[in-house]
């Protein structure tokens, strides 16, 4: 175990103490905006340095090492009073007069401090100190377990809103193989998992101070959630980014025809929130044939719309959205009249467990070129393996199947094409399996489906007795 994994364990614990920080999600909060001012506070050290004339938005008051360096600076009810009456006020409201100034205020306009007790909340900053963000190694070992943290945050829910395992996302920028220059966008980007897969990989192109800036300015996040869009923005930092480009926003909102040549990519990469629905009326910023309240399908169409001709696209959809009509059909005839839809790979049950059980796919297209011919390739299992579980979870490796295929594709007992002339006769459905494939091994045998009753009517019931037992409390 490193320094640093034993420092936030540390956190955690010390975090678990405190009476005003409530569950995972409330004590991860609390650590990543102090995390966020520290990490600033060391860029900032590299801004005086390196930028002419570089000018701190933060007041001299407010800034780490005023008040959180002294190891027996600040505690107590003191360090409350400050916290809570001084910093997160000025803070939310601070001046935007300057990049940095942006993304300060975006990060704390809805960040709140949960901790109660300045005693622990000292011991908190004086662990932080130990990490120095701007030394590389630190700032590598931090990265790696950053990521943990953002696994652990991951809860199912009703808003569709699940954590992609770092295997898809690393496939899906792999095969669209952006290029330095190239505009890359993530419109839903949560934690930044594809915005940071798609840093690493432009990285290796990168060989000058300008090509580096070039980088800096071609990846760009929207997400709509405070906590999420504090974490992509300190993911994107901690990835060397000095002013991320993650915008708090929900592109849904703006109305589809305001959207213009100005506003194209050449790539977007995105798992879009599935199952849920956004706020009434949402729906009426599309056009009448896209109207609909599940947030995949508005958002594929913004996806056509905003990429440029020549772009490219990777997109996770649930199988929903192949096999649904109305809305969904009008969409799919969109999409495969202005784009190629070169690709479906079809991911296998239990890739996003435990958080949902919905299946999904992964959508390779090419703006500017209608489709003749879609590409499905079946993802296995690997060998002796039934499922994925979040002990075992689907591995980057997995995916040298698809990648051995990719370039020189042939059918196989995974991988079938099918010409357009079929889907449209078939009204755009593209829920379409391998025509040599066993129906046998695609179906429940009887025992998983008994299986399935059973462990069904055992959650029924255990609801029942839950709703019975609060029944007789009330």
């Known amino acids: 175990m490193t320094q640093i994994t034993t420092n936030i364990k540390s956190i955690r614990d010390i975090m678990r103490k405190d009476a005003g920080v409530d569950g995972d999600a409330q004590r991860i909060s609390q650590m990543v905006w102090m995390l966020f001012l520290k990490i600033f506070a060391d860029k900032e050290e590299e801004w005086e340095l390196t930028v002419e004339d570089y000018k701190s938005p933060i007041p001299e008051r407010l800034k780490w090492d005023s008040w959180a360096s002294d190891d027996e600076g600040l505690t107590g009810d003191a360090l409350m009073e400050f916290i809570n009456n001084d910093l997160f006020p000025t803070l939310k409201d601070l001046n935007i007069q300057s990049p940095q100034a942006k993304i300060i205020r975006s990060v704390f306009e809805d960040t709140y401090n949960y901790m109660k007790n300045g005693t ?73 998992g594809f915005l940071t897969c798609s840093i690493e990989h432009v990285r290796k192109q990168v060989n000058t101070p300008q090509e580096r800036d070039i980088l800096q300015k071609s990846i760009r996040g929207i997400e709509k ?11 994107l930092m901690l990835h060397g980014f000095d002013l991320p480009a993650v915008r708090r926003d929900n ?9 213009g040549k100005k506003d194209r990519v050449n790539v977007i990469l995105m ?6 629905t956004e706020e009434d009326g949402t729906e009426n910023n599309f056009p009448q044939k896209f109207r609909t309240k599940e947030t995949a399908d508005l958002f594929l169409a913004l996806i056509i719309k905003l990429l440029k001709d020549g772009g490219r696209c990777a997109v996770v959809l649930p199988d929903g959205t192949l096999f649904g009509d109305g809305v969904k059909t009008r969409l799919k005839e969109e999409l495969l009249s202005k784009c190629n839809l070169h690709t479906v790979v079809r991911l296998p049950n239990g890739v996003f467990n435990p958080y949902t059980q919905i299946k999904t796919n992964l959508l390779f297209f090419d703006k500017g070129m209608p489709t003749k011919e879609t590409w499905y390739f079946n993802h296995p299992y690997p060998n002796g393996q039934k499922s994925y579980s979040k002990t075992r979870p689907i591995k980057a490796s997995e995916f040298k199947l698809e990648k051995d295929w990719w370039n020189n594709r042939v059918e196989n007992e995974n991988a079938w094409k099918v010409s ?10 593209l829920d379409i399996n391998h025509p040599k494939s066993n129906s046998e091994n695609e179906q429940l045998n009887s025992g998983e489906i008994i299986n399935s009753i059973v462990e069904g009517n055992n959650v029924v019931n255990e609801l029942m007795m839950k709703i019975k037992a609060s029944l007789k409390d009330g």
Not at 149 to 162: H, R
Request: proline share 6%; aromatic share 10%; hydrophobic share 35%.
């Open 120 to 192: 622990l909340f000292r011991q908190v900053i004086n662990i932080i100190n130990k990490i120095d963000f701007n030394n590389s190694k630190d700032r590598h070992v931090f990265n790696d377990l950053y990521e943990t943290i953002l696994k652990g945050l991951q809860s199912a829910g009703s808003s569709g809103e699940y954590y992609t395992p770092r295997a898809v996302t690393q496939f899906m920028v792999d095969m669209v193989n952006p290029q330095l220059g190239e505009t890359i966008l993530d419109m839903a980007s949560g934690t930044g």
């Open 225 to 235: 959630k405070p906590l999420p869009h504090l974490l992509c923005t300190t993911n």
């Open 251 to 259: 592109m849904l909102t703006m109305p589809y025809s305001d959207w």
């Open 271 to 276: 798992n879009p929130p599935f199952g849920g």
């Open 420 to 429: 357009i002339n079929e889907i449209i006769l078939n009204d755009f459905n």
